[in-house]
């Protein structure tokens, strides 16, 4: 008989220890709360972790879990997925963790295209170390490392991802918990490496550093919810759009009768070009009042890497096997 489960299933019996108020919260909730309607069976989940606040993941969810070293959590995801192909496994990371010392792990994971999940929680700030700047705190930031300000420039984490080879990215937010919970189903079941940077709050070393895309008086008139085959129009009366001249995006009224609905930009989470212009919407100079845009950017159907190594294995199996001194000697050897 199928199992049925409900989130408190998902809740381990692990004491939560995050500061209070912080958005890591929320995430974990979400997760609890999605993953009934993937149908998976708990045994069958894994999420692997490297070093930092959002690494304590794995303690609070009731599946199996590993919490590694600092940076190398891709590698051993790659490890586990490729060992066992028929888990779901799942990557927690941050701005610091997965950028910094595991920047190397996460641009070669992506252009594996392993199918696993990554969520990297971006707060900007080093929170677990007590504040330091981390490579996406913004230039000026006065942290306990940059008392004058860091003169660092900040990656373009979306930007630097698709660059990557990734074949789904997204961006969701701790504070808008129903698109979050819709941006994990669409990563659970996208077949290959799905990226989630999920912007969360640390109240603590970096509190409001999001604060105009979620507080209600702002959010309207900064934020752009992408979906697919849908013109991009925001504004708290929807009488905004972006218009794409050739491959330069222009803000536009819609309220003037000048341009309408059918004249803007029809988002494609299909095309790469215009997915890149997207993520660089905070990125170029004169371009800071564009808002910022949330949900799917990118998706591609490609080749999955542990299928792809699983088939060389099969393959290879078929041959008349050799023993080890002959792999190892090969055919280019001599004597001296």
């Given at each position: 008989?199928?199992?049925?489960?409900?989130?408190?299933?998902?809740?381990?019996?692990?004491?939560?220890?995050?500061?209070?108020?912080?958005?890591?919260?929320?995430?974990?909730?979400?997760?609890q709360?999605?993953?009934?309607?993937?149908?998976?069976?708990?045994?069958?989940?894994?999420?692997?972790?490297?070093?930092?606040?959002?690494?304590?993941?794995?303690?609070?969810?009731?599946?199996?879990?590993?919490?590694?070293?600092?940076?190398?959590?891709?590698?051993?995801?790659?490890?586990?997925k490729?060992?066992?192909?028929?888990?779901?496994?799942?990557?927690?990371?941050?701005?610091?963790d997965?950028?910094?010392?595991?920047?190397?792990?996460?641009?070669?994971?992506?252009?594996?295209?392993?199918?696993?999940?990554?969520?990297?929680?971006?707060?900007?700030?080093?929170?677990?170390?007590?504040?330091?700047?981390?490579?996406?705190?913004n230039?000026?930031?006065?942290?306990?490392?940059?008392?004058?300000?860091?003169?660092?420039?900040?990656?373009?984490?979306?930007?630097?991802?698709?660059?990557?080879?990734?074949g789904?990215?997204?961006?969701?937010?701790?504070?808008?918990?129903?698109?979050?919970?819709?941006?994990?189903?669409?990563?659970?079941?996208?077949?290959?490496?799905?990226?989630?940077?999920?912007?969360?709050?640390?109240?603590?070393?970096?509190?409001?550093?999001?604060?105009?895309?979620?507080?209600?008086?702002?959010?309207?008139?900064?934020?752009l919810?992408?979906?697919?085959?849908?013109?991009?129009?925001?504004?708290?009366?929807?009488?905004?759009?972006?218009?794409?001249d050739?491959?330069?995006?222009?803000?536009?009224?819609?309220?003037?009768g000048?341009?309408?609905?059918?004249?803007?930009?029809?988002?494609?989470?299909?095309?790469?070009?215009?997915?890149?212009?997207?993520?660089?919407?905070?990125?170029?100079?004169?371009?800071?009042?564009?808002?910022?845009?949330?949900?799917?950017?990118?998706?591609?159907?490609?080749?999955?890497?542990?299928?792809?190594?699983?088939?060389?294995?099969?393959?290879?199996?078929k041959?008349?096997?050799?023993?080890?001194?002959?792999?190892?000697?090969?055919?280019?050897?001599?004597?001296?």
């Amino acid at each position: 008989m199928e199992k049925i489960y409900i989130p408190k299933d998902f809740a381990s019996d692990q004491q939560i220890k995050w500061c209070p108020g912080c958005g890591d919260y929320s995430i974990l909730k979400q997760m609890q709360a999605i993953l009934p309607e993937t149908g998976l069976l708990k045994e069958k989940i894994v999420f692997i972790s490297g070093i930092g606040c959002s690494s304590r993941f794995p303690y609070y969810m009731e599946t199996f879990g590993l919490h590694g070293i600092h940076g190398r959590a891709p590698a051993i995801a790659t490890g586990v997925k490729l060992a066992r192909p028929d888990l779901s496994v799942w990557i927690i990371t941050g701005d610091g963790d997965g950028l910094s010392i595991g920047g190397n792990h996460t641009i070669h994971l992506l252009r594996r295209n392993l199918d696993v999940n990554v969520l990297l929680f971006n707060n900007e700030i080093y929170g677990l170390t007590k504040g330091q700047y981390s490579p996406t705190s913004n230039l000026g930031l006065r942290t306990k490392s940059s008392p004058t300000g860091t003169i660092d420039r900040p990656f373009n984490l979306l930007s630097l991802v698709l660059g990557a080879g990734a074949g789904f990215v997204a961006r969701a937010m701790d504070r808008d918990p129903k698109h979050l919970r819709e941006m994990l189903l669409r990563a659970q079941q996208y077949k290959g490496t799905s990226f989630l940077e999920i912007y969360q709050n640390c109240n603590i070393f970096n509190d409001g550093a999001f604060e105009v895309f979620t507080e209600k008086d702002s959010k309207a008139d900064h934020t752009l919810f992408l979906e697919h085959q849908v013109p991009l129009i925001f504004g708290s009366q929807k009488q905004r759009g972006i218009y794409l001249d050739g491959l330069h995006p222009r803000l536009v009224s819609l309220k003037d009768g000048y341009y309408h609905s059918s004249d803007l930009w029809i988002h494609d989470e299909t095309d790469q070009v215009k997915a890149d212009l997207l993520t660089r919407f905070f990125d170029a100079s004169g371009q800071e009042e564009f808002p910022r845009p949330f949900g799917v950017f990118y998706r591609e159907e490609r080749p999955v890497y542990d299928v792809l190594f699983h088939d060389q294995i099969t393959e290879a199996q078929k041959n008349k096997p050799i023993s080890l001194d002959a792999l190892i000697s090969g055919a280019n050897t001599w004597k001296i």
